[in-house]
């Protein structure tokens, strides 16, 4: 995340230079955690204003009913999301229980943080007899803002990983055939691409102590004998 904020930023100051500064540059500064932080956004000033301190929630989100995780009888994970009153309506309607939307319990979504364990129990309940294929197929249709949690090997299977180039394959000349990430983000002009897996320890030696740095051949081989490189 760090990293893909200071590409950002860097673009920024780079469009800075080049359409009004008179062809001065800007520092960039961004440590690690930083990015990180804006995830935490409403968090201060929950604090500054309200004296909030948030606590762990685990899968829940503690400003919003119903958003959580649940379990199909397949044994899948769904994230499941309907913490607007229509969302809400809809989610009521698609699993048959059009009666849950005038329940004083679940009647906005003040009333539904208060009951989230009440309405957490009957989504589940309703779930627990369908496999990830039946929930996806009732609720996507409805509005459902609903998905399956993926673990690595159907992230794999994914052909919408496949389709984005996500996942690539290269040649790796100890592993052979190998999966890995591919590149983000992508440039129209300039897309990028993974070409290997990044070389043995010391491939290109030669190449920067012979080529860069100027060292004769004799120098570089005393170096590897006395354990230098």
């Keep these: 995340v760090a990293g893909l904020f200071g590409a950002m930023a860097s673009v920024m100051a780079l469009y800075h230079r080049d359409t009004g500064a008179a062809g001065q540059g800007q520092v960039v500064d961004v440590s690690l955690f930083e990015p990180l932080f804006r995830l935490a956004i409403p968090y201060v000033t929950l604090y500054d204003l309200l004296n909030v301190v948030r606590h762990r929630v685990g899968n829940e989100f503690p400003d919003a009913a119903p958003r959580t995780m649940l379990k199909t009888k397949d044994d899948r994970w769904v994230g499941l999301s309907a913490t607007t009153q229509g969302t809400w ?26 009951n989230r364990a009440e309405i957490n129990a009957i989504l589940q309940g309703w779930m627990s007899d369908k496999s990830l294929e039946q ?12 998905g399956p949690v993926y673990d690595i090997a159907q992230i794999v299977a994914d052909p919408h990983y496949r389709a984005r180039d996500d ?9 052979g055939d190998t999966k890995m990430v591919g590149v983000v983000p992508k440039f ?4 990028g691409e993974v ?6 320890l010391g491939e290109h030696n030669d ?10 051949v004799e120098e570089i081989e005393r170096m590897r004998e006395t354990g230098i490189i």
């Design 89 to 114: 309506e809809d989610l009521a309607m698609a699993i048959g229980r059009p009666e849950l939307i005038g329940d004083p319990r679940f009647l906005d979504n003040a009333s539904r943080v208060s």
């Design 135 to 146: 929930v996806m197929d009732l609720l996507v249709p409805a509005g459902g803002v609903v």
């Design 167 to 175: 996942i690539i394959e290269i040649q790796d000349p100890d592993l």
């Design 188 to 191: 129209s002009s300039t897309p």
């Design 195 to 200: 070409t290997h897996g990044g070389p043995a």
């Design 207 to 216: 190449e920067v102590y012979g080529g860069l740095l100027g060292l004769s």
